[in-house]
T-cell receptor
């Protein structure tokens, strides 16, 4: 089955700086890669996703890059703000949102 | 509220008891997913439905776990003879199948189960 590794487990950055979270996956048939943000005690919320026919996708301060050859994808957050503090999860699947395999999460801390 | 809703939000039960959780998906979504999340971990996929058909159940954690979606709308997840290791957050999500213009999964707030 699919295995998703996520790094780092904790990331602390100064407000205004950029943050990068990296994930690798093992199943070459995976074709859908979403990123979820989860605040303490709340539901995971989709912030951006990418499909395997695209190498990069951007939405305002958030971008995701995908390298299918190396089987890794990354989340980039620019101009970080205090409200970006949360746990971020990457995930992968073979078919849309069916049977997503999640990474263990990255606790992002934005220092004022 | 047009999001995914789950009931109850919290459940405390004694070891050995059966528990049942309910999920109401976003009304236009025909896919419904169940996940389990333990502290400090990402959600772990359990099972999913396309309308009333359960398409994947091999990843349910044991035969004590079962799920239904009898009319293709709400779903229930039942755990029989609960064990302390079943304590976790049980998340439900809904979405559209692969191949649709939008296939992302939207999660509910979850049901937090504590087995004492």
């Amino acid at each position: 089955g699919e295995n998703v590794e996520q790094h780092p487990s904790t990331l602390s950055v100064q407000e205004g700086d950029s943050a990068v979270i990296k994930c690798t996956y093992s199943d070459s048939a995976s074709n859908y890669f979403p990123w979820y943000k989860q605040e303490l005690g709340k539901r995971p919320q989709l912030i951006i996703d990418i499909r395997s026919n695209v190498g990069e996708k951007k939405d305002q301060r958030i971008a995701v890059t995908l390298n299918k050859t190396a089987k890794h994808f990354s989340l980039h957050i620019t101009e970080t703000q205090p409200e970006d503090s949360a746990v971020y999860f990457c995930a992968a699947s073979r078919g849309g949102a069916d049977g997503l395999t999640f990474g263990k999460g990255t606790h992002l801390i934005i220092q004022p | 509220d047009t999001g995914v809703s789950q009931d109850p939000r919290h459940k405390i039960t004694k070891r050995g008891q059966n528990v049942t959780f309910r999920c109401d998906p976003i009304s236009e979504h025909n896919r419904l997913y169940w996940y389990r999340q333990t502290l400090g971990q990402g959600p772990e996929f359990l099972t999913y439905f396309q309308n009333e058909a359960q398409l994947e159940k091999s990843r349910l954690l044991s035969d004590r776990f079962s799920a239904e979606r009898p009319k293709g709308s709400f779903s229930t997840l039942e755990i029989q003879r609960t064990e302390q290791g079943d304590s976790a957050m049980y998340l439900c999500a809904s979405g559209f199948p692969a191949g649709q213009p939008r296939t992302e999964a939207f999660f509910g707030q979850g049901t937090r189960l504590t087995v004492v």
